[in-house]
């Protein structure tokens, strides 16, 4: 299962929005959580921050969430970057080559410094 969080775990810093997700990004988790995610990040049209240290799985169906949120968020002028994600996760990252369009960094420190570059 995966979702976003309520509360602290979601919030805008110094205009840029900072999400967590935990859980799976597997078919039954892409399909609680894709509009929500995506709501809580595209309409404002702030740069994003995505939290995966707590993400245990991904599919091809949460690569394609990332990739449509990114593709929406351009549009308004917006990036997104993807930070800490765990061993299992990265694998699929690196296999699909998701870093070529999405860029994925260590930590959330990295991850605003690249968003404000």
């Known amino acids: 299962m995966a979702w976003i969080p309520d509360g602290n775990e979601n919030a805008v810093v110094e205009n840029v929005t900072h999400v967590k997700l935990r859980g799976r990004l597997d078919t039954h988790g892409v399909d609680q959580?894709?509009?929500?995610?995506?709501?809580?990040?595209?309409?404002?049209?702030?740069?994003?921050?995505?939290?995966?240290?707590?993400?245990?799985?991904?599919?091809?169906?949460?690569?394609?969430?990332?990739?449509?949120?990114?593709?929406?968020?351009?549009?308004?002028?917006?990036?997104?970057v993807l930070f800490a994600p765990q061993p299992q996760v990265s694998e699929v990252f690196a296999t699909s080559s998701l870093g070529g369009i999405i860029p994925i960094v260590g930590n959330e420190a990295e991850a605003v410094a690249l968003i404000k570059a």
Request: aromatic content about 6%; hydrophobic content about 50%; charged content about 20%.
């Open 33 to 80: 959580i894709e509009t929500k995610f995506t709501a809580s990040l595209v309409p404002g049209g702030r740069n994003a921050v995505v939290d995966l240290s707590e993400l245990a799985f991904i599919a091809s169906m949460g690569l394609r969430t990332f990739i449509g949120v990114k593709k929406a968020l351009a549009r308004h002028g917006a990036k997104m």
